[in-house]
């Protein structure tokens, strides 16, 4: 069969079954669970996968890996990954779909992945007799939290028996109009590592702060001390942010606690530098707290890697989103800050991290992931379900 011929089918199965997939979304937003809890989810997962009679193993409690095998199946292998977890945010939209589970939301998408990699799966699976290779769908836990569903699975071997020649992943853009996509050669998210510090003091009456070691004080100076590591140290050509987020100490007017916990995140370019500061976090934490005479507690919780596409590989599937799509509708990402555990599979293989606009500022489609009136332009999953298929059987 011509590509053209291929493609073409896969236009026309997406388009068939975009009204069904925008239901099975639907169904997973209002049906959220928390990382590493996703159990409903991973049910939902398997029973449709057993409807298309595509065989499936779960790894990491609650992954799915199924395998479609077309012609030839051994003359190449690709994955496909979705992450499947959601966010603790109260959801504030006003649909009918909207969170069931309270305090939890799919506010990164994820049903969206989920949906899109399900809606590739019936594609691929109805054409399989139409497509050389096998496929790998990788339906991940935990993306949302360390140390993060992809490490586990990789633990677990998802990439091997058989192992993959490239793994492909996708993530909604809130950033980018409905109906384009958008691609990176290189370096395209950060890594992202957690900081927790517990300073500890004597306390005391705030009418005698002589007598007491003052830990707000001394957390105060160290937030703004920590900023000079990358103002100071880093290459300023090199993105890096330090942000501490959450300060716990106190709970009246007149006493200075005896402790203030401090939280924030890390997040590097440069795998180098990454380590390197770390170092010098901690050096200075230690001997700032230690000089105005408390004691501190610091653990870094090194998390998500750093994300970077392989450039052949990206290059392949951006020329292939050109052909379906149209060049007019494909970009160029942008580089960010933000981290997705999707780095640990680019470790190990060549993959491609891709962006899909979900944007509608006409219907106020707008709002950022991770915020409680995330939504996306559900004509973004025909999209999206038709790319990841067609990137599936003719990536090299």
């Known amino acids: 069969m011509s590509t053209t011929l291929l493609k073409d089918k896969i236009k026309l199965l997406a388009n068939n079954y975009a009204n069904e997939f925008i239901n099975i979304r639907r169904h997973l937003h209002a049906h959220p669970e928390l990382s590493y809890k996703e ?25 799915v890996i199924g395998l479609i095998k077309g012609k030839n199946a051994e003359s190449r292998v690709i994955a496909l990954r979705a992450d499947m977890d959601a966010l603790p945010i109260t959801e504030e939209n006003n649909i009918s779909y909207k ?9 990164c998408g994820h049903d969206v992945h989920t949906t899109i990699l399900l809606g590739a799966a019936k594609i691929l699976n109805e054409l399989k007799d139409q497509w050389e290779g096998t496929v790998k769908l990788i339906f991940q836990p935990g993306e949302e939290k360390n140390p993060g569903g992809a490490s586990l699975l990789i633990k677990e071997g998802v990439l091997e028996n058989p192992k993959p020649q490239g793994i492909f992943g996708l993530h909604v853009h809130p950033g980018l109009d409905f109906g384009k996509l958008s691609f990176r050669k290189g370096r395209v998210m950060a890594s992202a590592d957690e900081i927790y510090i517990t300073i500890k003091g004597k306390g005391g009456h705030a009418a005698a702060p002589h007598l007491t070691a003052d830990t707000v004080l001394i957390a105060s100076h160290l937030i703004v001390a920590l900023q000079q590591i990358i103002s100071r140290n880093k290459n300023p050509q090199a993105p890096s942010v330090l942000s501490i987020c959450s300060v716990q100490g106190g709970y009246t007017t007149n006493v200075i606690p005896s402790e203030v916990k401090l939280m924030g995140t890390f997040r590097a370019m440069d795998e180098t530098w990454r380590y390197k500061a770390h170092e ?16 501190i507690d610091l653990h870094i919780d090194v998390g998500y890697p750093t994300i970077d596409n392989d450039a052949t590989l990206t290059d392949n599937a951006w020329q292939l989103a050109n052909e379906f799509i149209g060049k007019e509708n494909v970009e160029e990402t942008e580089m960010r800050m933000g981290a997705e555990d999707f780095g640990y599979y680019t470790q190990q293989i060549p993959g491609c991290f891709y962006r899909l606009g979900v944007r509608n500022e006409a219907e106020d489609i707008i709002h950022n992931v991770h915020t409680p009136k995330f ?13 990841m298929a067609w990137l599936g059987v003719q990536a090299k």
């Open 280 to 295: 010098l976090i901690k050096k200075l934490s230690v001997e700032l707290v230690e000089s105005m005479g408390a004691e």
């Open 99 to 107: 969170s069931k589970n309270v305090g939890v939301m799919h506010a």
């Open 375 to 387: 939504n996306i332009d559900e004509r973004a999953i025909e999209i999206g379900m038709g790319v």
């Open 39 to 63: 159990f409903e989810t991973s049910a939902f997962i398997q029973q449709k996968l057993t409807e298309l009679n595509i065989p499936f193993e779960i790894k990491a409690t609650t992954g």
